[in-house]
């Protein structure tokens, strides 16, 4: 009896994680019973278990044509759209962090413009993005939505993803293994969206991206590369909420990332 509830309850989750990606119709196919093996399979747990400071090429999909070594210059918008919610069907049945599977509401994948020209990467999903299946919607989303207001951008003009697609129990860091496991995914997204800026926010983001193990003090004010896209690293919103006086500094970075892009924020 127990174990089918646990199954129901997991049956559960997956279908509010295809819901919240934008999947409306679930196939019986052959083609998505092997994305469900591969993605619980040994094997797809080996192949992630490398953290790498440049962009992966993963394996081929069974869902269409690859899903993840496809350049996205040149993609239309409904493509890149498309296959961001492959990705996300595929990360909404993903358990390779089996503690996290178990205990998530639903995956968290990403939000935004597929084409956007600056990618903002967090940490992890906390309990009210793990309730609505969005990144950044709590009090740390409400603060970064300010952000953007400040310098002239609105969250529908940037995309948002984290480290982990799944809530840590206790908003504890992401662990290694399982920001390797969620790597593939995580540059999927840059892959398709291939944005002309990346924003790491807070040191968790920096660590796994950049595969930097210098603090977010250090990192500040410099321009940092992943593949081609330029990358700023500041503080998280949720450390602002905690520490309000670094919200300068996020100003500060953000009029620093601005100015590259030759948009002038000094006079606000």
Wanted: glycine fraction near 6%; hydrophobic fraction near 40%.
């Amino acid at each position: 009896m127990a174990k089918n509830l646990a199954s129901r309850r997991a049956a559960a989750q997956q279908l509010a994680s295809l819901r919240t990606a934008g999947v409306t119709r679930v196939s019986r196919s052959a083609r998505v019973q092997k994305v469900a093996a591969e993605v619980e399979s040994p094997a797809s747990d080996a192949r992630a278990s490398n953290v790498s400071s440049e962009p992966t090429t993963a394996p081929s999909d069974s869902v269409g044509t690859s899903l993840f070594d496809v350049k996205a210059s040149g993609l239309p918008r409904a493509e890149r759209e498309e296959r961001l919610r492959a990705i996300a069907a595929r990360v909404a049945l993903c358990t390779r962090c089996q503690e996290l599977a178990r205990a998530r509401a639903q995956t968290v994948f990403g939000v935004g413009n597929p084409e956007a020209e600056i990618m903002f990467v967090g940490e992890a999903p906390g309990a009210d993005e793990d309730r609505l299946g969005e990144p950044f919607v709590g009090a740390a989303g409400q603060l970064l939505n300010r952000i953007l207001e400040a310098s002239r951008l609105k969250r529908s003009d940037v995309y948002i993803c984290n480290i982990l697609r799944c809530r840590p129990p206790g908003n504890r860091n992401p662990l290694p293994d399982e920001a390797a496991n969620c790597r593939e995914y995580l540059d999927g997204q840059i892959e398709l969206v291939d944005p002309d800026y990346i924003v790491c926010l807070g040191s968790v983001a920096a660590k796994n991206l950049l595969g930097l193990a210098d603090s977010i003090g250090k990192l500040r004010g410099r321009m940092l590369k992943h593949g081609r896209a330029k990358v700023v690293c500041t503080y998280h919103p949720a450390y602002l909420l905690r520490n309000p006086a670094a919200k300068k500094d996020v100003w500060d970075d953000m009029k620093f990332l601005m100015r590259d892009r030759g948009i002038d924020l000094s006079s606000q």
